[in-house]
């Protein structure tokens, strides 16, 4: 690890609602010495710097948590925020990998198995100018007969360390076990001081609340562990359900029962008149949601009552992801219990119903229950994945050349609610059974069982040949895209979701897909979905009009078979900032407010890659000065009617907001058969791998076998680098990652903060 500096670093807790561009999760950082100034200002915020940006942001004093430098370094080896996030609130792992030095036996995992090796590396895998420190990963040497399981001590071009053959490997801590050391304890230092541990108010015979992942149970102390951590508990009932057993469970996730029952503050939750405040529609237990910086946001209510200092009625919150900024507490004192980082405190105004169960049994923007509210079963959740969907029989059943449907109805309805609109609009009389059996017949079973029969996919396709819509539904392969344009357009008459404006033309034009179309003399190599998407729109000149909810992209062809691209890495997250045709952009050298866009900077590799150029006035004439440039002709870039007067009324520099698109799923094609991958979670190894017809069972009279599986060997190649991944075979990439990189055909994303409003 690099050596101690003279900053101090920080992770970022919680998403500052000011700050739409900054993630819980963020690495952030401070001289000590500066740090010291502030202290003694005694402000409530402290100016930081985020790994990975010049710009320096005032975050709240609430929203962060001290790290220790190697902490730090080994954090920033993960990919996403998320992914940090999660490990820290943990932190088990993350004790356990400081312990480690070179010559520790270690277990690393690869692909789902654990494999014997010693440490032989600890240290970065590649240098940064712009920050201090960057993320720290581990060089195994594998042992035993797990030896040429690997690749070698070499990481771009550069040796770390010296094994054998096909014996070395790099791994982040999380993908590290010491095999002899015990569990460390958790030294998570924020910068209020943290309660001290429940260990000492812990007692064997206690009654006990204990998490196991999101779930919450009940059971009586045996035993306390104190070396490793841990608390041996007699489980009322396990996480599998059955009555009576033993569980061992970290001592982090125990709470004593006498705390909520004594110590919870439970006073402040009486029937609340609506009048007086209240909101009639939601009490303790009801699924609501707020909107945060991120957008919408949705938990459950655990408390109602008033907060000391505060006049207005309060909810108490447990959210669905770690967004929050506690467990339960406010001030100290408990009002409820909730896993790290899920609870937060809002007014009860600012609650509403969950939108994701309302549909056209909604009043008002109400759920009547007695509408019936087993059609309304939302989308499968990233922790419920397992639970649900994976294994054999599972997804939905292929018969008779039916993969397209299945495949683009898996991508859209398992994990996504970015379309459900279609399960719910109104539409016309003669349409409404296909709706309903779209519904009730296929996406309700998907979601509620994980299975839905082929049988249920037939009557739709019937239903849909009896429309008079093609004569071979039932019996012949389609397209994917003329599908969902038969179901989105001249069925369910969904408004288009994708508006298009040429350049220098004020005529939007719809469509419900964007076929990428890219120059045959281009100069990519192994593109992204990013650069695939910004050469389009620069060849076609095209802009967005606006954020679309859901963009469906298909990538260029010729034909079924002919692929532009032997390999097309998918972009996790698809910045359209740049795409659209009005609003503030930043400037790609200092980072502030663009005012100028130069089209013929777009290939310069001075700059990046590819992309859409944006600079700002002073920038632009330094950049502009050159004689290879002194010809171009920047064009000013559009604002909102007085924005540029509020973003120059004056405070601290900001930066521009970023627009970005989450993928969450791809359809692959390869000889005429469609598959899926979905994306189901944050970290980088949510992902499912769906086949209609994996298997059959039987011959002439036998049945399709559907298959859904976990592919965690995604990760692997999403972060390999690219003179690597361009010298992989197809043949020689692991389980079905080939697939994905090799035959991707569609790309799904959607807007965390659009999908609602549409």
């Given amino acids: 690890m690099a050596p101690k500096d003279k900053n101090i670093y920080f992770i970022l807790t919680a998403t500052p609602a000011p700050f739409s561009c900054m993630t819980a999760g963020q690495i952030c950082y401070i001289t000590e010495d500066r740090c010291s100034q502030q202290k003694k200002q005694k402000k409530d915020t402290v100016r930081v710097k985020c790994i990975g940006s010049p710009i320096e942001h005032d975050l709240p004093l609430d929203f962060l948590c001290i790290l220790p430098q190697e902490k730090a370094e080994l954090l920033l080896a ?11 609130a943990r932190s088990e792992t993350l004790d356990q990998a400081t312990a ?7 277990t690393v995992e690869q692909n789902g198995k654990w494999l014997k090796g010693v440490v032989r590396y600890i240290g970065r895998l590649s240098e940064t100018n712009l920050d201090p420190i960057a993320g720290v990963f581990f060089g195994v040497e594998l042992q035993g007969e797990d030896k040429g399981k690997g690749q070698d001590g070499t990481y771009n071009f550069k040796s770390l360390f010296s094994c054998g053959k096909n014996c070395g490997m790099f791994a982040p801590f999380n993908r590290i076990r010491p095999m002899h050391s015990k569990p460390a304890g958790s030294s998570h230092t924020p910068w209020s001081s943290v309660p001290e541990t429940t260990e000492e108010q812990l007692s064997v015979g206690n009654r006990v609340t204990y998490f196991i992942g999101p779930e919450r149970h009940h059971g009586m102390v045996l035993q306390l562990l104190k070396e490793e951590g841990m608390v041996l508990i007699s489980t009322d009932r396990d996480e599998h359900g059955r009555e009576g057993g033993e569980t061992t469970v970290s001592l982090e996730c125990v709470f004593k029962e006498g705390d909520e029952t004594e110590q919870m503050d439970t006073s402040g939750s009486p029937e609340i008149p609506k009048h007086l405040g209240g909101n009639a529609d939601i009490d303790v237990n009801s699924m609501v949601e707020v909107d945060l910086a991120k957008g919408p946001t949705y938990g459950t209510v655990k408390w109602i009552g008033y907060l000391p200092g505060k006049s207005d009625l309060m909810a108490g919150l447990e959210l669905e992801e770690d967004c929050g900024v506690g467990d339960g507490k406010f001030k100290d004192k408990r009002y409820f219990t909730s896993l790290p980082n899920r609870s937060l405190f809002v007014k009860l105004t600012s609650c509403r119903p969950d939108s994701r169960f309302l549909g056209d049994s909604a009043s008002n923007g109400h759920f009547d229950i007695s509408a019936g509210s087993q059609d309304n079963v939302p989308p499968i959740r990233s922790q419920d994945v397992t639970k649900f969907l994976l294994g054999r029989m599972k997804g939905i059943q292929g018969h008779c050349n039916s993969c397209y449907m299945d495949s683009a109805l898996f991508s859209l309805f398992s994990c996504s609610s970015v379309l459900d609109s279609l399960l719910y609009k109104g539409t016309k009389q003669n349409d409404k059974h296909i709706q309903k059996t779209l519904l009730r017949e296929i996406v309700c079973p998907l979601r509620r069982e994980g299975f839905v029969a082929d049988r249920n996919v037939m009557k739709l396709r019937q239903q849909l040949q009896e429309r008079g819509h093609s004569p071979s539904y039932t019996t012949d392969e389609k397209d994917p895209e003329e599908f969902l344009t038969l179901i989105m357009q001249d069925i369910l008459s969904l408004e288009p979701p994708l508006k298009l404006k040429p350049l220098g033309m004020e005529k939007v034009e719809t469509s419900y897909f964007y076929q990428i179309f890219v120059d045959y003399n281009n100069t990519l190599v192994l593109p992204t979905v990013q650069q695939l998407l910004e050469h389009s729109f620069y060849n076609n000149g095209l802009r967005l009009a606006e954020v679309p909810s859901c963009l469906i992209l298909t990538m260029p062809r010729s034909g079924k078979q002919f692929k532009m691209f032997p390999k097309i890495i998918p972009s996790l997250e698809l910045d359209i900032t740049a795409l659209l045709s009005s609003g503030p952009q930043q400037c790609v050298l200092c980072g502030q407010l663009a005012h100028v866009e130069c089209m013929e900077c777009f290939g310069d590799p001075v700059f990046s890659n590819t992309g859409f150029k944006h600079f700002c006035d002073t920038c632009s004439a330094q950049v502009h ?5 002194k010809s171009h002709k920047p064009t000013t870039v559009p604002l909102p ?13 900001r ?20 598959v899926s991958f979905v994306k189901h979670g944050p970290k980088a190894t949510d992902w499912i791998f769906f086949d209609s017809m994996a298997d059959r069972m039987g011959e002439r009279d036998g049945f399709n076998v559907p298959q859904v599986k976990e592919c965690p060997e995604v990760e692997r190649y999403l972060t390999m680098h690219l003179a690597e991944l361009a010298a992989q075979g197809p043949r020689e990439m692991e389980g079905v990652a080939k697939r994905l990189f090799c035959d991707g055909y569609m790309y799904l994303y959607q807007s965390p903060n659009m999908g609602l409003y549409h």
Avoid at 78 to 87: G, M, P, Q
Avoid at 100 to 106: A, F, H, R
Avoid at 641 to 653: A, I, K, N, R, T
């Fill in 100 to 106: 480690l030095v070179k010559g520790s036996e270690v």
């Fill in 655 to 674: 930066t521009p907001p970023r627009e970005k698109l989450e993928l969450f799923a791809v359809l692959c094609i390869e000889t005429s058969h469609y």
């Fill in 641 to 653: 009617e007085g924005f540029l007067h509020m973003w120059e009324s004056g405070g601290p520099p």
């Fill in 78 to 88: 993960l990919i996403t925020n998320e992914e940090r996030l999660d490990e820290f």
């Fill in 625 to 629: 000065l050159h004689p290879c440039r």
